[in-house]
């Protein structure tokens, strides 16, 4: 399994960004993916999940800017965000589990100046 994570970058405060996650060694449409960021000086959190179905949860801290969704012909997840804060500044990385292990890509940074 390997997931590639891309999008990151500096933008400034009310600014957007969208991450992408490319994804192989799975059957992609069958497996549930998420989004986790690690903050500065933080533990890894959860931000959102997109289930097979394409049913989508967020954490309260995002929930109105973010928006998950995945393309399962290109095997890609997605994540917008809009209306970026400085405390969205974090490493983002995308993540699934398979055969009971979670597997992580390598994260993209993204920066919010204030």
């Known amino acids: 399994v390997q997931l590639q994570a891309s999008g990151g970058g500096l933008v400034q405060s009310g600014g957007s960004l969208r991450l992408s996650c490319a994804a192989s060694g799975i059957v992609f449409s069958r497996y549930t993916m998420r989004w986790f960021r690690q903050r500065p000086g933080k533990e890894r959190e959860w931000v959102s999940t997109a289930t097979s179905n394409h049913t989508a949860t967020y954490a309260d801290s995002v929930k109105g800017r973010f928006t998950i969704s995945r393309d399962n012909v290109r095997r890609n997840l997605y994540l917008q965000m809009n209306n970026l804060k400085p405390e969205d500044t974090a490493v983002y990385y995308c993540?699934?589990?398979?055969?009971?292990?979670?597997?992580w890509g390598q994260g993209t940074q993204v920066t919010v100046s204030s």
């Open positions: 993540a699934t589990n398979h055969t009971g292990r979670q597997f």
